[in-house]
């Protein structure tokens, strides 16, 4: 069973930057799309982000764009989720999750393997 590694989490101050990475841990995972979800406490999953499998094309939250990049790591055939000007309400645990799935990519419901989440947290 493929599973998917999460790294990167942890306290930041406002208006800092974060780096998340996730990779599968067999590198011969195939995938569509890996992407970037979080939760908040007493708060339904929401996407963040996410990038097709060669890199060419990503996605993003309205919340997050222009502050949040998502790029490949080719080596380990996983993403990483770089995350400035950080707000506290960036807050949540961040969710590493693959589809094979064309359309709705904004929805969890769609992604079929998770990560175990990375718990990044803003202060202000």
């Known amino acids: 069973q493929v599973q998917l590694v999460e790294s990167g989490g942890g306290l930041v101050q406002a208006g800092g930057p974060l780096r998340l990475s996730c990779a599968p841990s067999l590198r011969s995972f195939s995938y569509y799309v890996m992407g970037w979800f979080r939760q908040a406490p007493g708060k339904e999953r929401e996407f963040v982000a996410c990038?097709?499998?060669?890199?060419?094309?990503?996605w993003y939250t309205d919340s997050v764009q222009g502050r949040f990049t998502i790029s490949r790591d080719t080596a380990k055939n996983g993403v990483y989720l770089q995350m400035n000007s950080l707000k506290p309400e960036d807050t949540a645990v961040y969710f590493c999750?693959?589809?094979?799935?064309?359309?709705?990519?904004?929805?969890?419901?769609?992604?079929?393997?998770w990560g175990q989440g990375t718990q990044v947290t803003v202060s202000s």
């Open positions: 990038m097709r499998w060669d890199g060419t094309k990503a």
């Open positions: 999750a693959t589809t094979k799935a064309y359309s709705n990519l904004n929805d969890p419901t769609a992604y079929d393997y």
